[in-house]
């Protein structure tokens, strides 16, 4: 795992204190060991192999049981202790993650929580993988593996640089926007060039960014506009650096769904930590006014 983060094994070693030698040769071990190649070597150094990309993987998952094993064995029967990953899109670090993170500190401190942020795509892999837990994801899985439930719906946001100036009501001129967006796909991408497509349209647009919080500074910067859930920009719309409207009557929403693997057996940590993604979901619903 550290080889495949670094990239090279002459990094790798300096990393965990393993002479280059000794770690090419505990590499060479486990190759021969499992009979396939697990590292592509080159110039610039290595790159996994499939065989490699699915150890890896698998490797995550067999680490973050076993760190969660020992931390459940060395706590009192009655304390809710072990390691659970959840997996959110950018846009609900803030809202759901944050909170979720205090929760679990306030409530349950000898759990240990990791948040994986990535886009939806990356998230149903990982949740499939069992590299998650859980997953908060703004698209649709269609898997019969895969549990879900609805966590909330939202309506999405025209977000600008305050003062907030006349909106467009007309597509064409809401199309002529300067649109920051994130590249595809991506849910509220897909969204918006679906609602132009339809009136023979193409938004205008400037950006491509794969990073909310620049997205948002480049709107608070007055360099654009874009799409958001309220959720998604709350401290800077408290701050009062960006406004918000209306996009199009009737607004665009999306569904927020929570997943879980279907049949996997749940620890203690795993029940407590899904319990408190629904309070939050719903919290936040009543909070901004979403269903």
Do not use: C
């Not at 076993?66 to 459940?72: M, Q, R, V, Y």
């Not at 994986?116 to 499939?128: K, N, Q, T, V």
């Not at 719906?153 to 009501?169: I, M």
């Not at 001129?173 to 300067?178: D, I, N, T, V």
Request: overall charge neutral; cysteine-free.
């Amino acid at each position: 795992m550290h080889i495949v983060d670094a990239g090279s094994i002459n990094r790798a070693s300096l990393i965990i204190g393993i002479a280059q030698p000794a770690l090419s040769q505990q590499l060479a071990i486990l190759e021969s060991e499992l009979k396939v190649r697990l590292l592509d070597r080159s110039s610039t150094g290595v790159s996994p192999t499939e065989a490699g990309r699915r150890l890896y993987m698998r490797a995550q998952v067999i680490l973050r049981q076993l760190g969660s094993l020992k931390l459940e064995l060395n706590e009192a029967a009655d304390t809710i202790a072990g390691v659970v990953a959840v997996g959110m899109p950018p846009s609900y670090g803030a809202s759901i993650g944050n909170v979720l993170l205090a929760r679990v500190r306030a409530e349950h401190p000898r759990l240990l929580l990791q948040i994986i942020e990535d886009g939806a795509a990356g998230l149903a892999s990982r949740l499939r993988a069992g590299v998650l837990d859980m997953a908060v994801s703004p698209v649709g899985l269609a898997d019969p593996d895969l549990e879900e439930e609805v966590l909330l719906q939202e309506e999405l946001f025209l977000v600008r640089a305050p003062p907030l100036q006349e909106v467009p009501h007309d597509l064409s001129r809401l199309a002529a926007l300067p649109w920051i967006v994130t590249s595809s796909p991506n849910a509220i991408r897909d969204l918006l060039n679906a609602v132009f497509t339809q009136a023979g349209l193409e938004p205008n647009i400037v950006a491509e960014i794969n990073s909310l919080p620049m997205v948002i500074r480049a709107v608070q910067q007055n360099l654009g506009v874009t799409l958001l859930p309220q959720a998604a920009i709350g401290e800077a719309l408290a701050a009062g650096t960006v406004a918000i409207s209306q996009f199009i009557q009737p607004a665009p929403q999306r569904t927020i769904h929570l997943y879980r693997r279907r049949g996997k057996s749940t620890t203690p940590g795993e029940q407590a930590v899904h319990g408190l993604v629904i309070e939050i979901g719903a919290a936040l619903r009543a909070s901004v006014g979403i269903k």
